[in-house]
């Protein structure tokens, strides 16, 4: 009697859960590791986003992990709605995940594009240099000699941002993030700031001046990405998977 | 879970061979560095960002309190005439209306700092209290420095007599900001968690204006309405305000250690909401 109760009760156990149609298994969460000590790295481990909405939960994200070293590049890879400018505001630290980890071993930028790059639009450009030289420790001349040779935009940089046009806008956000020298940019398709001339010097100041540093890339642009990156992170409905292959993962993103 | 909290480049720039006891005690010295100097890059960004370069500029930050108190006064000795209870209806306004307007500037702007300043999150610094903490300062200082303008214009004129304590008027003040702070830390928090409770906080803060105790003294009131008013900590800081302004001709009601104690509360509840409303953050 005992046994049969024991067996019947194995028996539900063995069973596979009934899975229906749209529905997948989400394993357990692991046991948190030992958490990142002082690593010189940008380490994303097991990171989940989910939000509420009227339809119910939304798992934006599923379990990324990557890690890139100093001067590492690597590039994000994924169709619209993949997850990658969540993944940006998460690497980015402006929202908190809802589990995994986000270490920032390395001085990273803000997301180069996003929003203009925080400029305050009530304040001019010369203000926005100034704040950003105080957040960041810098000399407020030097930050505003920079910025101002590198934004071309002459006596308008006296001017309060939300009279730019937005090609001055993201020039000013670009010389902005330019004049800080960080360790790893976090650059989300920022490549089409301005008309063909700025594009190249920007193109010059991030990937020239900057080579030894390290990078994420969020970009469409084939060309940037297989001249620069050394590994790639291909995204789809929330889930990655890591390439060290840039080519082949740039023909695998395509055909997603 | 966890998130790794460092400020950026100076986490390494701290690190100390000579032992963990000095390293840890440097790290936390370099980090209060950072912070200040991230508090205040960010009260020159609101303060210009608010007013502008034109006309009198960040100025405003004094003027607009300025313009405000002395309306009431104006318009409370027009209502009441010279004297009421004892106390001169100017400096019952002065000194109520200072009060009121640091509460009501506190708490709203902290408030609503959570949600306009997300976007400030990227930069590595920039945590979400410093936001809270540099709109708790500047509000702090504005307000004081108004109070303190309107003050020294009607002294000129001779309608206020000289301060006669000072120094408990300052503690009033920074027992106000502490528990103000605190509170608005606690509002903000819970409004970036729940949507119904920010659609509450209009009719919250309009309800807690009788609770502020500028429109009267404890003393005036019945002694069951006494009972409970000297348990509310915006009215201590008032009454200690206004104890440090006119000296012991009145009676006054309030407790020091009681504001002090409820500040703190209010602060270790409001940085735990913070910590939890933090994550429901989202921004775009």
Not at chain 2, 87 to 109: D, I, K, N
Not at chain 2, 168 to 193: E, N, P
Request: charged share 20%; net charge positive.
């Amino acid at each position: 009697m005992v046994r049969a109760v024991a067996a019947a009760a194995a028996s539900v156990a063995s069973r596979p859960p009934r899975i229906f149609e749209g529905e997948r298994i989400v394993a357990t969460p692991k046991p948190r590791g030992p958490a990142v000590a002082n690593e010189r790295a940008v380490i994303v481990r097991d990171l989940v986003k989910s939000y509420h909405g009227e339809a119910g939960t939304v798992r934006v994200l599923d379990g990324i992990s990557f890690e890139i070293g100093p001067g590492e590049k690597i590039a994000i890879l994924g169709k619209n709605g993949a997850g990658k400018s969540t993944l940006v505001k998460l690497i980015g630290g402006v929202e908190q995940p809802t589990s995994g980890i986000v270490h920032r071993g390395l001085n990273m930028s803000w997301p180069l594009s996003f929003g203009g790059g925080g400029v305050h639009p009530g304040m001019s450009g010369l203000d926005n240099a100034r704040f950003v030289a105080r957040v960041y420790g810098k000399s407020i001349d030097e930050t505003l000699d920079f910025v101002a040779d590198f934004a071309e935009l002459g006596k308008y940089i006296r001017y309060p941002v939300k009279t730019y046009s937005s090609g001055m806008r993201q020039r000013l956000a670009f010389a902005l993030s330019m004049a800080v020298d960080f360790e790893c940019y976090l650059i989300d398709e920022v490549l089409g700031v301005g008309d063909q001339r700025f594009q190249k010097k920007c193109r010059d100041a991030l990937f020239g001046k900057v080579e030894s540093s390290a990078m994420i890339l969020v970009s469409h642009h084939r060309q940037t990405i297989l001249e620069y990156c050394s590994k790639a992170l291909v995204l789809k409905r929330g889930r990655s998977r890591l390439f060290d292959d840039v080519e082949f993962a740039l023909d695998l993103s395509a055909s997603l | 879970m966890t998130m790794t909290t460092e400020r950026g480049d100076d986490r390494r720039r701290a690190d100390d061979p000579r032992g963990p006891q000095r390293g840890v005690v440097r790290l936390f010295f370099t980090r209060l560095a950072v912070q200040w100097r991230v508090i205040r890059a960010l009260m020159i960004r609101d303060m210009i960002g608010r007013y502008g370069r034109e006309n009198i500029g960040f100025l405003w930050l004094i003027g607009e309190p300025v313009l405000m108190i002395g309306g009431i006064i104006v318009l409370w000795s027009l209502m009441r005439g010279a004297v009421t209870h004892g106390l001169s209806v100017v400096t019952f306004a002065l000194t109520g209306y200072s009060m009121l307007t640091l509460w009501r500037h506190m708490v709203s702007r902290g408030t609503s700092a959570l949600r306009q300043n997300a976007g400030l999150l990227f930069h590595q610094n920039v945590k979400v209290v410093d936001t809270v903490l540099a709109n708790i300062f500047s509000e702090c200082i504005g307000c004081f420095v108004s109070f303190l303008f309107c003050y020294i214009l009607l002294y000129i004129f001779g309608v206020v007599n000289l301060i006669y304590d000072p120094l408990l008027m300052a503690l009033a003040w920074l027992g106000m900001t502490l528990f103000a702070g605190g509170f608005a830390l606690l509002l903000g928090a819970l409004v970036q968690s729940s949507k119904p409770f920010g659609r509450m906080l209009q009719p919250i803060m309009y309800f807690t204006l009788p609770l502020t105790g500028a429109f009267y003294l404890v003393d005036w009131m019945p002694q069951r309405a006494q009972d409970f008013l000297v348990w509310v900590p915006m009215v201590n800081a008032q009454e200690m305000f206004r104890a440090g302004f006119v000296g012991p001709v009145l009676t006054f009601h309030y407790d020091p250690w009681y504001l002090f104690l409820t500040g703190i509360i209010a602060w270790a509840g409001g940085i735990t909401a913070l910590k939890f409303g933090e994550r429901k953050i989202h921004v775009g």
